[in-house]
């Protein structure tokens, strides 16, 4: 899940290899909304005959003076707080502190342009017990720990999300608002709100980011809330995607589903 952006003229790709920071050239295609990718740029340092499988015997050019511009993205998940995790970050009864579930890969987080997380488990506040599972509710403090870490970005659309009902979701938005430096996908206050589409500018890229979740362990919004929560609707989704295309380079979407464990 760790992989860089580039822009090159007017094409937003990934990038699929290794590569470091010296390397001033990298593997692009060039393509239009509507064109299959028909040439490569490579860099000098690489060899060429390494990339035939990528580049499916398409024409190779070598270039090294090219302007490009780069984003670093590192995504990570899913942030679930069991109780055993939740015990370990308790100071004392009313505080807590989880900046060391973090240590191990801090600078990978601050290093990159842009790092996101899958947090799973609600930040409900303290209106209900903070809990494990099944039903997991998770202090403000992982969200602090989150913040201090270096994430741009938080996934908060999940199964798991209205485990503490609506007050819960709210709770946890009213966090993410106050946090500047956060963009938080998938949970919405307001009918607008779920209409707004996250859009991160990095080095002249811009990308927009979507978020959902395939069900919510077989709770259902609230009538008066259908905004609450972003599911998996191939309705609601195409129409978010054409607001992406317009307003950003490059979009990317971030589904929770699949077979658990």
């Known amino acids: 899940r760790n992989g860089k952006l580039l822009n090159h003229k007017n094409a937003i790709f990934p990038l699929s290899i290794d590569v470091t920071d010296e390397v001033e050239s990298y593997i692009v295609s060039f393509y239009s909304r509507n ?9 000098d340092d690489i060899n060429i005959d390494t990339l035939s499988n990528i580049v499916n015997n398409k024409d190779v050019i070598v270039e090294s003076n090219d302007s490009i511009s780069i984003v670093s993205l590192v995504a990570v998940g899913d942030n679930l707080i069991h109780n055993s995790v939740l015990k370990s970050g308790r100071i004392n009864d009313s505080t807590y502190n989880f900046d ?3 240590d191990v890969m801090r600078d990978d987080f601050q290093d990159a342009d842009i790092a996101i997380i899958n947090q799973e488990t609600i930040l409900g506040g303290d209106f209900c017990p903070y809990d494990g599972y099944p039903n997991f509710n998770s202090p403000n403090e992982l ?85 609450l929560i972003n599911l998996i609707d191939t309705t609601l989704i195409k129409s978010d995607l054409e607001k992406a295309e317009i307003l950003a380079d490059f979009t990317i979407v971030f589904p929770h589903w699949g077979v658990e464990y």
């Open 143 to 227: 969200g602090d720990a989150i913040v201090k870490s270096g994430f741009d970005v938080v996934l908060q659309a999940s199964n798991h999300t209205l485990d503490v009902g609506t007050q819960g979701v709210l709770n946890c938005i009213e966090y993410w608002k106050k946090q500047d430096d956060i963009t938080y996908l998938g949970i919405n206050d307001s009918q607008e709100d779920r209409e707004t589409i996250r859009v991160i500018e990095r080095n002249g890229i811009r990308i927009a980011l979507l978020n959902y979740t395939y069900g919510l362990n077989g709770r259902i919004l609230p009538k008066d809330k259908p905004y």
């Open 100 to 102: 060391r579930l973090f």
């Open 35 to 43: 064109e299959i990718p028909k040439e490569i740029l490579v860099t």
